[in-house]
């Protein structure tokens, strides 16, 4: 079974940033695709960010020039830092990975979420 554990929400002012992380843990073998999404009260989840394995990466359009998917391979974590947010980036932001264990089997898993709230 594997863990995805988020930090780094909170409440900022618009124009401002933060840094979201999310670490993963248990029976990894590979982390191949890992992703950043959003979900809004009363909308659909959302792509924000999304990094390959190789460190290709691509983001919504919406976050273009604003944000910044990373991964660091060595501590299974994924980062999303975010800059000139805006009060529209308000919502629960949660990570995924797509995992291969050593049994050859592969899942996509998912952490809980963090707020993120942005005040006008």
């Known amino acids: 079974q594997v863990q995805l554990v988020e930090s780094g929400g909170g409440l900022v002012q618009a124009g401002g940033s933060l840094r979201l992380s999310c670490a993963a843990s248990?029976?990894?073998?590979?982390?191949?695709?890992m992703g950043w999404y959003r979900q809004a009260p009363g909308k659909q989840r959302e792509l924000v960010a999304r990094?390959?394995?190789?460190?290709?990466?691509n983001y919504a359009d919406s976050v273009k020039g604003r944000f910044t998917i990373s991964r660091d391979n060595a501590k299974n974590t994924v980062y999303l830092q975010m800059n000139s947010l805006k009060p529209e980036d308000t919502a629960v932001y949660s990570c995924?990975?797509?995992?291969?264990?050593?049994?050859?089997?592969?899942?996509?898993?998912w952490g809980q979420g963090t707020q993120v709230t942005v005040s006008s």
């Open positions: 995924s990975a797509d995992v291969s264990n050593y049994s050859s089997s592969r899942a996509v898993y």
């Open positions: 990094i390959t394995g190789g460190g290709t990466t």
């Open positions: 248990g029976i990894i073998f590979r982390i191949n695709a």
